[in-house]
C-alpha cells in the first residue's frame, strides 16, 4: 500500500481552481520531489495534504496507508503522522521554543516521548545536528527569527515528530550552501532508513543534490506534466520549465 | 456542603463559581445609612477617629456622582440598596486552619489556600464576606518585627502606625468608591515591614465573597519602611449567581526611601461582581513600587493601579493584563505622577476581548515641571479574538518638563488563521491553539509571576478558551 496516494484531485481557494487532476504515489522509504514555478500549483497540493481551512478540494482523494485525510482536522492528520515544513513559519510571540516543541511531541508522539532525559537527549543531538545554539530553547516560536533559523527550527520539529508523512515546502528558499546542506542532513536522517516518505517541493534542484529523491514530478499549471528520475531535476536546471512546456 | 457540586456543574467554565450555604453569625438589612456605618464602627470597638472618618466619608459618598467615565451604563444599574454591607461568618481569626468553621475551610482547600502556605508563602490572610478567617505569618519574620495583620487586629494592635497613614495615599474623596470604601471598609490586610528587612518569600491574602448580593470592602496597607523589601500577592473569587455582588477595595502602599514593594494581583472574581476598586502608592528616594496587575474576571473592573514619584530617584512600574469575555467589560490602566527628578516609570498593558467583551487602556502619565530627567515608557498591546469583541486604549501623557525622555507605543492585533494553521499542523487541536496565542501574548505578564500563579493563569487562559471555537 502507498504511504500517500493523492487520486485525481481538483481544488483550489475561493472559487479558483488551482490544482487539475492531480495524481501521485509515494511508496514506504521513498522520496519524492515536485518540482514547478511560482503559481504552479505547488504550495497549494501542500495546504491541501495539510489541510488549511481556506483551501477546497471539489474532488479527488487524498490518501495515508489507504484512509482519506480529506474530512480530518490538520491537527488530527499530525497526530496520524503528517507533517509540514512551511514556506513561511508563523511566529507566536511568547511561546517558548523549549515548551512548544515538548507540548509538539507530547501530543503527536505521546506523552511519554515528551518527558525526562531521553527526550531531552534526542532534542540535544537534533541541535547539534541542525547547529543550532541552546539559548534558542528560551527564545519564542519564530518571533525574530532569521529565514535561516525559521527553516532549521522546521526540520528541528521534523527530526523531533518523527512523522509517516513529511512535505517540505520551499525548506531550501533563503538558505546559503551550508544551510541547505545542514537542512538536507536532517532530513536525510529523518527519512532514511526508515519507513516514512517525503515529499520536497522546491523551485530548484540544489537540495536535492543533498537528498536524492526517488522521483522528481514536474507541476505546470495544476498539472504533472512530467515524472522521472533525479536526472529530470538536472535536466530542468540546466533547460528551464519552458523546456518541457514545448514538448 | 451537599449542593457543591451541583451548583459547581450549573457555573460551566467558571471553576471557582460554587457556594457553600450562608451561615452568618451577623448580617446587617441591606442598604447604606449613617447609622449602618456607624454600626460597624461600633461592632468592631473602634477609636472614636476612625468612627469619625468613617462618617464623613459616608456622607461625600451620598453627594459625590459616579464617575463620568469608564462604563457608566454599566455603573448606573449598580443598586446600593440591594447590597449587603457587612457580613460574618465565623467568630474570630484563627491562626489554625482546623478551627476554622468547616465550610469555609473546605472552600479554601478547594481553592488550594493551605497548600499554597505551606509551600511557598511567608504568611496568609484568608477573608470570607467582611472579615478575615485565619490568619498567619512565618515565626521567624514575625520575629525580625515584620507586621502583617489583617486590617482590624492592625488597627487594634498598632492604632499609631494606622493612624499615621490611613487615607494618607488615598483620601475618602478621592473618588465615589473610595469613599464608599472607608465608611464601610472591613478587612484587609496591614503590614509593616521594618528598616532593612527583606521578607523573601511572598504574604499573600485570598479574597472570596460566599453570599448574594455581597459586598466587600477591603481596606490593605502596606508600608515598608528604609531599605525593606516586599511581595504581596492577592486572589480572589465568588460564586456566580444571577444578582450582582460589590467588591470595592482601596489599598494604599507607602515605600519609604530605598524600598521596594511589589504588589500582585490575579482577580477572578465571577461574571457578576463589579470590582472597582482603587490602589496607589507612594514612592520616597529611591524606592520602587511594582503593581502587577491580572484581571481575568467580574462583571465590570475599573482599576488604575497608581504610583506617586515622590522622592527623587524613584521607580515605577505597573503591568497588567485584562482579559474580557462575553458580558465583561475590564476597564483598566495605570496612573504615573513623576513629582521628583530622576525617576523612571514603565507601564505595560496587555488586553484580550472575546466574545463581545471589551477591554479599555486607560492610562495617565504626567511629569512636573520640577522634576528633571525622567524617564517614562508606556506599551499597551490589544489582541481581538473575534469580530463583535472590541478594544479601546485612552492614553494621557502630561509632561511639564523638557527632559523627559517619553516612549509610547500602541498595537492592535487579531489572531490570524495562519499562525492558528501552523500550531494545529502540530498536532494542537483549535481550542489548545488559541490558548498557546493567548497565553504567549500574556507571556510578559506571566513571566513577572511566581511559578504557581503563573501556571495558574495559563491553565485559566486555557479554561476561558474552551468552547469558543464556532
Not at chain 2, 29 to 37: A, N, P, Q
Not at chain 2, 86 to 109: A, G, H, M
Not at chain 2, 398 to 426: G, I, P, W
Request: charged share 25%; hydrophobic share 35%.
Amino acid at each position: 500500500m502507498s504511504l500517500l496516494e493523492i487520486k485525481d484531485l481538483h481544488a483550489g481557494i475561493d472559487g479558483n481552481e488551482i490544482l487539475k487532476g492531480i495524481n501521485l504515489k509515494i511508496g514506504p522509504g521513498e522520496i519524492h520531489a515536485i518540482m514547478g514555478r511560482n503559481g504552479s500549483g505547488k504550495t497549494t497540493t501542500a495546504n491541501i495534504i495539510m489541510g488549511h481551512p481556506d483551501f477546497e478540494v471539489e474532488s479527488g482523494d487524498v490518501l495515508l496507508e489507504g484512509e482519506s485525510l480529506l474530512e480530518l482536522e490538520s491537527w488530527e492528520r499530525a497526530r496520524k503522522g503528517v507533517f509540514l515544513s512551511f514556506q513561511y513559519p508563523q511566529a507566536v510571540p511568547g511561546l517558548q521554543v523549549g515548551n512548544f516543541l515538548r507540548k509538539s511531541v507530547a501530543s503527536i508522539r505521546g506523552e511519554e516521548e515528551a518527558k525526562g532525559s531521553a527526550f531531552r537527549e534526542r532534542l540535544t543531538k537534533a541541535m547539534e545536528a541542525l547547529d543550532i545554539p541552546r539559548t534558542f530553547m528560551s527564545r519564542y516560536v519564530n518571533d525574530g527569527f532569521s529565514g535561516g533559523e525559521k527553516k532549521r527550527f522546521e526540520i528541528l520539529q521534523l527530526m523531533l515528530l518523527k512523522p509517516r508523512l513529511a512535505v517540505l515546502d520551499e525548506t531550501d528558499s533563503g538558505l546559503d550552501i551550508d544551510g541547505i546542506r545542514t537542512v538536507s542532513e536532517g532530513v536525510n536522517a529523518a527519512i532514511r532508513g526508515s519507513d516514512s516518505g517525503a515529499l520536497i517541493i522546491t523551485h530548484y534542484s540544489r537540495i536535492l543534490e543533498h537528498v536524492q529523491p526517488d522521483m522528481v514530478h514536474v507541476l505546470l499549471d495544476g498539472k504533472i506534466v512530467s515524472s522521472g528520475g533525479p536526472e529530470l531535476a538536472t535536466k530542468l536546471e540546466e533547460k528551464g520549465y519552458e523546456w518541457l512546456k514545448q514538448e | 456542603m451537599g449542593d457543591n457540586s451541583e451548583a459547581r456543574g450549573a457555573v460551566g467554565e467558571y471553576k471557582a463559581g460554587w457556594h457553600d450555604p450562608e451561615d452568618s453569625t451577623i448580617r446587617f438589612d441591606f442598604g447604606l445609612s449613617e447609622e449602618v456605618v456607624r454600626e460597624i464602627s461600633k461592632l468592631k470597638n473602634e477609636p472614636q477617629w476612625m468612627t469619625d472618618i468613617r462618617v464623613k466619608a459616608f456622607n461625600h459618598f451620598s453627594k459625590r456622582k459616579m464617575p463620568t467615565w469608564g462604563n457608566m451604563s454599566m455603573l448606573e444599574e449598580i443598586d446600593f440598596d440591594n447590597i449587603c454591607y457587612y457580613l460574618r461568618s465565623s467568630e474570630s481569626t484563627e491562626k489554625d486552619w482546623d478551627d476554622v468553621p468547616e465550610d469555609i475551610r473546605n472552600t479554601f482547600e478547594r481553592l488550594g489556600i493551605p497548600e499554597a502556605e505551606q509551600k511557598w508563602l511567608s504568611g496568609v490572610t484568608a477573608q470570607y464576606e467582611s472579615e478575615a478567617v485565619y490568619h498567619s505569618i512565618r515565626e521567624d519574620l514575625e520575629s525580625q518585627g515584620v507586621i502583617f495583620l489583617d486590617m482590624d487586629s492592625g488597627l487594634r494592635e498598632y492604632p499609631d502606625l494606622v493612624k499615621k497613614w490611613f487615607c494618607s495615599v488615598v483620601p475618602y474623596s478621592d473618588n465615589k468608591f473610595s469613599a464608599l470604601n472607608t465608611a464601610v471598609w472591613s478587612g484587609g490586610s496591614f503590614i509593616y515591614v521594618p528598616e532593612g528587612v527583606h521578607v523573601e518569600m511572598p504574604v499573600q491574602a485570598y479574597f472570596r465573597i460566599n453570599a448574594k448580593n455581597m459586598g466587600q470592602f477591603e481596606r490593605t496597607l502596606i508600608i515598608a519602611d528604609k531599605g525593606s523589601s516586599i511581595h504581596y500577592v492577592e486572589g480572589c473569587t465568588a460564586p456566580t449567581y444571577s444578582t450582582d455582588s460589590l467588591h470595592s477595595a482601596v489599598v494604599e502602599l507607602i515605600a519609604l526611601p530605598g524600598s521596594h514593594i511589589r504588589y500582585s494581583t490575579i482577580q477572578n472574581w465571577s461574571s457578576n461582581v463589579y470590582n472597582l476598586v482603587t490602589k496607589r502608592g507612594i514612592a520616597h528616594e529611591n524606592a520602587k513600587i511594582e503593581w502587577v496587575d491580572g484581571n481575568i474576571g467580574s462583571k465590570l473592573t475599573m482599576k488604575y493601579p497608581a504610583v506617586i514619584l515622590k522622592g527623587e530617584g524613584s521607580h515605577a512600574e505597573v503591568i497588567s493584563v485584562a482579559y474580557s469575555g462575553e458580558g465583561q467589560h475590564q476597564d483598566a490602566g495605570a496612573k504615573i505622577h513623576h513629582l521628583a527628578s530622576n525617576t523612571t516609570s514603565k507601564i505595560l498593558s496587555k488586553s484580550i476581548s472575546k466574545n463581545g467583551g471589551r477591554g479599555s487602556y486607560r492610562g495617565m502619565v504626567t511629569v512636573s515641571p520640577k522634576a528633571d530627567n525622567c524617564k517614562l515608557n508606556v506599551v499597551c498591546d490589544a489582541l481581538i479574538l473575534d469580530e463583535g469583541s472590541r478594544s479601546d486604549t485612552y492614553p494621557t501623557m502630561e509632561v511639564a518638563n523638557a527632559t523627559a525622555r517619553c516612549e509610547h507605543e500602541a498595537s492592535v492585533s487579531k489572531v490570524s488563521d495562519e499562525q492558528l494553521f501552523y500550531l494545529m499542523s502540530r498536532g494542537h487541536s483549535e481550542e489548545e491553539s488559541l490558548a498557546m496565542i493567548v497565553n504567549g501574548f500574556f507571556e510578559p505578564f506571566t513571566r513577572e509571576l511566581p511559578m504557581e500563579y503563573a501556571v495558574e493563569l495559563n491553565q485559566l487562559m486555557a479554561l476561558e478558551m474552551e468552547g469558543s471555537i464556532g
